[in-house]
């Protein structure tokens, strides 16, 4: 059973420019939450995802958005990137539908470098 | 706030001790605990899982003990091994909500 596939794995972009991360969650599971992950801040959620629908947010400004499709493949964007966005972003994965605490599986994550 | 606090912040020990980490949160109406292991630059591992109607979980080496009255819950390592050297993250989850990790503990078992 394949895991939680994150692409790229490395970029680096330029301040102002947007980037998108891509989550292939494991089959069959229909939630997916990122998270990012700072020496400063530890491991801050993000958005989470079921069905197509964002069913939670975390602190983060306007510019970090996502989505996901019918597929459950996942998708998050950062716009007007700032040097402080430069951090892992961890995709995560779950079979929960109801908010029932199931183990939840992190993919290898996307190291992104803002200069 | 819900804050979760790990203690110590870093662990050195020599191979084959017997090790504890420890994982503190705030507001103890949790869903379940979580704890994951971390190596360096990579994504996550769950190692344990526990629901909030349960005392404890164990997973070969490991064993996890969660207190929900006190708030707190400990990783108990055995026989410690030095590909057990990673970063140990516990995380906490309330209804409604996704989890809350805390900060981990750096492990480093000497051969």
């Known amino acids: 059973k394949a895991g939680v596939t994150q692409t790229p794995r490395y970029l680096i972009k330029t301040r102002g420019q947007q980037v998108t991360l891509s989550c292939s969650p494991i089959?069959?599971?229909?939630?997916v939450s990122w998270y990012q992950q700072t020496p400063g801040q530890g491991l801050q959620f993000l958005f989470e995802y079921f069905s197509e629908t964002q069913r939670n947010k975390g602190n983060f400004p306007g510019r970090f958005s996502g989505r996901q499709f019918s597929n459950s493949r996942s998708e998050m964007n950062v716009s007007t990137l700032e040097l402080g966005d430069s951090a892992l972003y961890l995709c995560?994965?779950?079979?929960?539908?109801?908010?029932?605490?199931?183990?939840?599986?992190f993919g290898e994550g996307s190291w992104l470098t803002v200069v | 706030k819900q804050e979760v606090t790990q203690i110590p912040a870093a662990l050195s020990v020599p191979e084959g001790e017997n090790l504890v980490l420890n994982c503190s949160f705030t507001d103890s109406a949790i869903y379940n605990l979580q704890w994951f292991r971390q190596d360096p630059g990579k994504g996550l591992t769950s190692l344990l899982l526990?629901?909030?109607?349960?005392r404890e979980q164990t997973s070969g080496r490991l064993n996890a003990s969660l207190d929900k009255s006190s708030g707190r819950s400990t990783l108990y390592i055995a026989a410690s091994q030095p590909g057990d050297s990673a970063t140990y993250l516990c995380?906490?989850?309330?209804?409604?909500?996704?989890?809350?990790f805390g900060p981990g503990t750096r492990l480093s078992v000497l051969p």
């Open positions: 995380a906490v989850s309330y209804y409604g909500q996704n989890f809350v």
């Open positions: 995560a994965s779950s079979s929960r539908t109801d908010f029932s605490g199931n183990t939840i599986y």
């Open positions: 089959s069959g599971h229909r939630s």
């Open positions: 526990i629901q909030s109607s349960q």
